[in-house]
């Protein structure tokens, strides 16, 4: 191993266009500063990375097991980057914590331990996570169930909170629905006759009545979609088709135009008729106003498409944007009109629905509309945990999304059936309309179906509901009453869509960040030790930190890299990357972010000026012995500013360099963001059905993070009228319509100020992809997923990612390339991905006859054995030959070897080391065996034997690894 150097280490290939220049300086620098405080591991040698992978509590407590074993072969101080997901994240945010506590804080954790004076501080950690009785691990090994720690009590608590933010999420919701079903009513009390009275009778009678003769009260409404296909759908699709005919003089090219001149003559019919009455026959009557409209409007459209297209001077160009033009206003129209025939049916079930309460006994039918809910919200809740919590980057199954969508729809329509009930109740005063169907219906049940007692008990077949014969029928809704309703849901609205805090804190991630906040980062606090401390479900200082501050790295820990998701659903210009990942992948460091492949933005110059003078003091002392005078004053310098600044981008993030003002969280709100699994956004997995189902029960763990880039910034912004109208409803109504786009899983990415962030999982689930970036030459990856059938779809996601995104090759070795490369002494840990893989093995001929071998298969089998711990890869970099990586990739398996309890926890647990992700209540045996299980994989890895683990890593990397150590 190399010398302790008084050098930062050498720029992992600055020639990397994924890692700017700047950002590559400062971390190198911050490795520096690092690796002295740590003893100077690893010299000034290529960094090391580990990534934790998510998986909840499960990924968090094998991950420990790790860092223990490898805490016992003193290699965390050579660990200069730790990228985590999800899960992982759990433990790496506890392992950061403890560097970031002062040094009296480290020796009373140690439960009676006496470390040597001036120990440092990686040592002190070290034995903390070795000696099982200091207090941080028994905290954590008490607090295994932190969402419900105290059982009952805890769950009945987290239940309240539950049900007031969903009543609360219902109430701003439907006083907004309700508003605009009141506005529609309003519409059709006739609004559009008192203010415009002169209008011709084709608006005036836009919206009538249609006859009610049948048990459904049809909706006015739905005459509203006829209306726009002819008037607008017809019109554009004319005149697409009026772009593509010939300019020559054929004959036959004139016909595509005969409409639009025909369209004339029912003008002119219509003024002779005037000007002669009678001299016209009838069959005009009604018809040539409609015609001549249009005829009109498609000459209109052509001339819209001319217009936007004007200024390109070759024809073909030209006629090729009109038509794009005109086929992208289509769709448009198409998605109003199916919206509008949506409404209709919707109002035209609320209506009948109301009719029926008129007649019948309105306090059945309440109840029968809460027992709708209370069964519909269970549904929903059980359909988005059962769908919701992969993070392994797959997209929902054809059957699945379907299912889904289909159990959505069924729970919107039903609600919003009720709200426009409501909104007929309030429109007619909850008396009984005239015409409606609520007496074909009364007198069916009644007549038909209901058996009365006679004053004297005989039984009398067809008796009539006596409310139905005392019940009068009014004739019109009251306008002043509609439009008195209607102001106040407005104005309530209002006032419910400018409290923009209410997104975020209505959702379940503030008592979710709380509780794991206070699991890990608290695990960390004296406060909290001792049999006075304060419980998990207690709030306490010392807990939690701004992010500005935690900087493990100044105490010789690891730089630390948080991976969460911006999701992208619509927009897209941001997303230069397969746009069927419907999202970007986003880390938080201490010395700037990245978002997806080319985005970056940095920390403020002044941070990265307070950088160089830390690591500049330190290195002129370990020359001789370092001061503890100058480490404190070097870690004391003026805090970082919390605004980054924006790299140059071709599109999405910002369009030119400057400093912005991002919110400022907490790491223990970074860390649970990064955790946020049950969400409305899911990354590929996003479907608007799973996210109606996510939103209507309120399963919402993601937040809407002010990113400080306002829209002016950004670039290829042009805004229609609809996107104006767009920008002036958010504006007011930002709090409704920010929770719309939850609900319909319309997810601008970046290109707005506010991004929603979700589980960095729903992007890559390894925490490899920001190792990749970096071109580490060695990197483990701990995989702590869900993944019983041992697909590795969390794997496979990440090397395709690492492929497409920076030209990487992920390689896993061969069996025999293994028994070439690892030791025979340790070469029994490792194995190819198939003998990770536990069932049951043979060995069968090949096709091939004349071949001389066998192939193994495998019969998967719960309660079998894998055949490896571990197996190795090698990455080559495309577009640099030179480069080259090693991953040493650990599964949760078992073969065999393990201790006592934890074969025996598997006997009664089949499914162990892979129980369900939703499972976040560990009990001691569980919790135990998942940490034991992790501590025995590293032990065997990361024994002194390990020397020889890879003899074909090129020599001039081999001080890097670990395994070398």
């Known amino acids: 191993m190399a010398d302790i150097g008084t050098e930062p280490p050498e720029q992992p290939l600055r020639e990397n266009p994924a890692y700017p220049l700047e950002l590559c300086e400062r971390e190198t620098a911050a490795i520096g500063v690092r690796r002295n405080l740590a003893g100077g591991a690893n010299g000034n040698a290529p960094p090391v990375g580990v990534g934790l992978s998510g998986g909840g509590i499960r990924s968090a407590t094998f991950s420990l097991g790790v860092f223990q074993a490898m805490a016992k072969a003193a290699l965390i101080g050579k660990v200069d980057f730790l990228s985590t997901v999800s899960g992982g994240g759990y433990f790496g945010s506890f392992l950061g914590r403890l560097f970031t506590r002062p040094t009296g804080d480290l020796n009373e954790a140690l439960a009676g331990e006496t470390p040597p004076a001036n120990e440092p501080h990686g040592k002190l950690v070290e034995r903390i996570l070795l000696n099982s009785r200091s207090a941080p691990m028994a905290w954590l090994r008490e607090n295994g169930r932190y969402l419900s720690p105290n059982g009952s009590g805890d769950t009945i608590l987290g239940l309240a909170v539950i049900l ?571 709090v409704q319509m920010y929770l719309l786009d939850e609900f319909l899983a319309r997810f601008p990415g970046t290109a707005r100020r506010h991004w929603y962030l979700s589980d960095g999982g729903h992007f890559e689930n390894m925490g490899g992809y920001e190792l990749i970036r970096r071109r580490l030459p060695f990197i483990i990856i701990c995989d702590g997923e869900q993944d019983e059938n041992y697909t590795y779809e969390g794997m496979a996601n990440f090397v395709r990612k690492a492929r497409a995104d920076f030209a990487a090759e992920i390689t896993f070795l061969s069996d025999e390339q293994l028994d070439a490369a690892v030791d025979p002494s340790i070469r029994r840990y490792f194995g190819s991905l198939d003998r990770l893989r536990r069932g049951h093995w043979s060995e069968e001929p090949v096709e091939d006859p004349q071949a001389d071998q066998k192939r193994r298969t495998i019969e998967p089998l719960d309660e079998r054995y894998s055949l490896a711990h571990a197996a190795l890869a090698r990455v080559r970099y495309d577009d640099n030959p030179q480069a080259e990586s090693i991953i040493l990739y650990i599964k949760p398996t078992l073969t065999g070897d393990e201790p006592t309890d934890v074969k025996q926890y598997h006997s009664k647990h089949p499914n162990f080391p892979h129980e369900s992700t939703a499972d976040q209540f560990f009990d001691e045996a569980q919790w135990e065996s998942y940490r034991r299980l992790g501590e025995h994989i590293g032990s065997v890895l990361f024994d002194s034997r390990a020397k020889q683990a890879a003899k074909w890593i090129p020599s001039e990397l081999s001080a890097n690894l670990p395994l070398n150590a």
């Not at 209008?199 to 006859?211: M, R």
């Not at 509309?369 to 797959?394: D, H």
């Not at 950088?611 to 004391?636: C, W």
Request: glycine share 10%; aromatic share 8%; charged share 15%.
């Open 164 to 734: 007031r933010n969903w009543a609360a999420i219902q109430v701003v919701l439907i006083v907004f629905v309700l508003g605009i079903f009141l506005a529609t009513n309003l519409v059709r009390c006739g609004m559009v006759q008192s203010v415009y009275p002169n209008l011709p009778d084709l608006l005036v009678n836009l919206l009538p009545d249609l006859p009610s003769d049948s048990w459904i009260w049809w909706s006015p409404y739905l005459l509203l979609p006829a209306t726009l296909f002819v008037f607008w759908a017809v019109p554009l699709g004319w005149s697409y088709w009026l772009v593509q005919g010939p300019r020559s003089r054929e004959t036959w090219g004139w016909v595509l135009w005969a409409p639009v001149v025909a369209g004339t003559v029912p003008l002119l019919i219509t003024i002779v008729d005037r000007l002669i009455p009678s001299a016209m026959p009838s069959w005009h009557q009604g018809h040539s106003g409609s015609l001549a409209v249009v005829s009109l409007l498609t000459g209109f459209c052509y001339f819209l498409a001319w217009l936007n297209s004007r200024r390109l001077v070759s024809e073909a160009a030209r006629k090729a944007k009109m038509g794009n033009f005109l086929s992208s206003s289509l769709a448009g129209a198409l998605i109003v009109i199916l919206a509008t025939l949506a409404f209709g049916l919707v109002d035209t079930l609320g209506q009948t629905l109301y009719a029926c309460i008129t007649v019948l006994d309105a306090e059945q039918w309440v109840a029968a509309a809460g027992a709708v809910l209370v069964v519909l919200v269970p549904i929903a809740q059980r359909a988005a945990v059962k769908l919701g919590p992969n993070t392994n980057g797959q997209r929902l199954k054809n059957w699945q999304a379907i299912l889904t969508t289909a159990v959505a729809a069924i729970v919107v329509v039903g609600v919003l059936t009720l709200v426009n009930t409501a909104a007929h109740a309030v429109a007619w005063q909850g008396e009984r309309p005239a015409g409606d169907p609520g007496k074909i219906i009364a007198e069916w049940l009644y007549t038909k179906e209901h058996v009365g007692v006679g004053p004297s008990g005989e039984v009398i077949q067809g008796a009539v509901a006596p409310k139905l014969e005392e019940a009068e029928p009014i004739e019109n809704m009251s306008f002043i009453h509609l439009m008195m309703a209607f102001l106040g849901s407005v104005v309530l609205s209002a006032c419910f869509g400018h409290i923009w805090p209410f997104v975020n804190h209505s959702s379940l991630q503030p008592m979710y960040g709380a509780r794991l906040t206070r699991a890990y980062l608290g695990a960390s606090n004296r406060r909290r030790w001792g049999p006075d401390g304060a419980g998990v479900t207690q709030i306490i200082d010392g807990d939690d930190l701004r992010f500005e501050e935690y900087r493990p790295d100044e105490s010789g820990g690891p730089l630390h890299l948080i991976n969460v998701t911006i999701n992208e659903t619509v927009d897209g210009k941001s997303q230069i990357e397969q746009r069927d990942r419907k999202g970007l992948g986003m880390a938080v460091g201490p010395c700037g972010v990245s978002v997806g492949v080319e985005h970056h933005a940095i920390w403020s110059d002044e941070h990265h000026e307070n950088i160089r003078v830390r690591h500049e003091l330190i290195v002129r002392n370990s020359r001789g012995q370092q001061s503890r005078t100058v480490q404190e004053s070097a870690a004391g310098a003026s805090p970082r500013p919390a605004s980054p600044g924006t790299s140059p981008s071709a599109g999405g993030a910002a369009s030119r360099t400057r400093n912005v003002s991002a919110e400022a969280l907490n790491l223990g709100r970074w860390v649970s963001i990064s955790g946020a699994a049950f969400s409305t956004g899911l990354g590929a997995r996003t479907n608007i059905g799973l996210s109606l189902l996510c939103g209507m029960a309120n399963l919402r763990l993601g937040y809407w993070w002010n990113s400080g880039v306002k829209r002016q910034l950004l670039t290829g912004r042009r805004k229609s009228i609809l996107g104006w109208f767009g920008a002036i409803t958010t504006g007011a109504f930002s």
